[in-house]
């Protein structure tokens, strides 16, 4: 399903459920996501500043589309206190045709 405003599943970790609520709420307020799920218990194990790391994280899955992507993109970079946050956006291909509709519209505004 190729669609004229892509929807995109973007991921996000987030150091705790407090921040990471801030930030969802935060995306969904100004349109940047229609809607976001917060995953908590989430253990990355991630090699920083040439040492392997271990540590308890919140995952937050973003229903966006492309053209809200870089105001989503922009505002988790200013509320996110890690120095390099994950920020990966991955296209929908396929999904229930109102539910993709929907999301297009809640991120029209932003």
């Not at 307020?29 to 976001?36: D, I, Q, R």
């Not at 917060?38 to 271990?54: A, C, F, G, H, M």
């Not at 929908?92 to 045709?97: D, F, K, Y």
Request: hydrophobic share 40%; aromatic share 6%.
């Amino acid at each position: 399903m190729n669609m004229p405003n892509q929807v995109l599943m973007t991921y996000v970790t987030c150091p705790d459920k407090t921040i990471a609520g801030q930030i969802a709420r935060d995306l969904v307020e100004k349109h940047h996501a229609a809607c976001v799920n917060i995953v908590p218990n989430l253990v990355s194990v991630y090699r920083w500043d040439n040492k392997i790391e271990t540590d308890d994280e919140v995952l937050l899955m973003i229903k966006t589309t492309e053209t809200a992507f870089p105001g989503l993109r922009d505002a988790v970079l200013a509320a996110h206190p890690d120095e390099l946050p994950e920020i990966i956006a991955v296209p929908v291909t396929q999904g229930l045709p109102g539910y993709l509709s929907w999301v297009q519209e809640e991120t029209s505004q932003a």
